[in-house]
């Protein structure tokens, strides 16, 4: 039972579609800098990390049509064989609308080991279909982006419900 959330007494407002479209489109607009050097290798999918957030906690909200279409943009600005992103974000979107009831119950400690886990699972559906079109092995630091995606994790946790807050209206507050 350790692995428990603490219950809150807050409630969360519904979140904006149009608030959920432009967290992708800010992730993918991160993905698409140019990152150099030792950043570079170690770079987390952001797309994966904004994606694996919202099939977790709004998997009503968004679809898989979403993993889909944000994939294949990221296959045409990365000039990837087209598809490889789709198919892996549409496998981390299955996994985490699989587990999103429990993975929300989880402390935030134990969402990070499964956020790591489950980053995991598209680099993974990405690396095979570039062996399987011919391609070399990438390197050992390939799946470094798992942790540093799942690093970031807390962080977007804390970030992305802020929109989601009801302000309170201080003539109608109680004392």
């Known amino acids: 039972m350790a692995l428990r ?7 969360l407002l519904p979140v904006k579609r149009g608030f959920i479209a ?20 170690a770079k987390p999918d952001f797309v994966a990390l904004v994606l694996l957030y919202w099939y977790t ?33 549409t496998v981390l979107a299955y996994a985490a609308i699989v587990l999103h009831r429990r993975v929300q119950r989880f402390t935030v400690g134990a969402q990070v080991l499964h956020a790591i886990a489950m980053l995991f699972l598209p680099l993974l559906a990405m690396l095979v ?13 390939y799946f470094a982006a798992c942790l540093t995606g799942a690093a970031l994790w807390p962080l977007l946790r804390l970030l992305l419900p802020l929109q989601q807050r009801a302000t309170i209206d201080p003539d109608h507050a109680s004392i």
């Open 5 to 11: 959330a603490p219950q809150t007494q807050e409630i």
């Open 22 to 41: 432009a967290t992708l489109v800010g992730a993918l607009l991160l993905n698409l800098l140019p990152w150099s050097g030792a950043v570079a290798l």
């Open 57 to 89: 906690y709004e998997p009503r909200k968004i679809g898989f049509t979403s993993a889909l279409v944000v994939g294949l943009l990221m296959d045409i600005a990365d000039a990837s064989l087209f598809g490889q992103h789709a198919l892996g974000y």
């Open 129 to 141: 279909v570039r062996l399987a079109a011919g391609a070399d092995f990438p390197g050992a630091l």
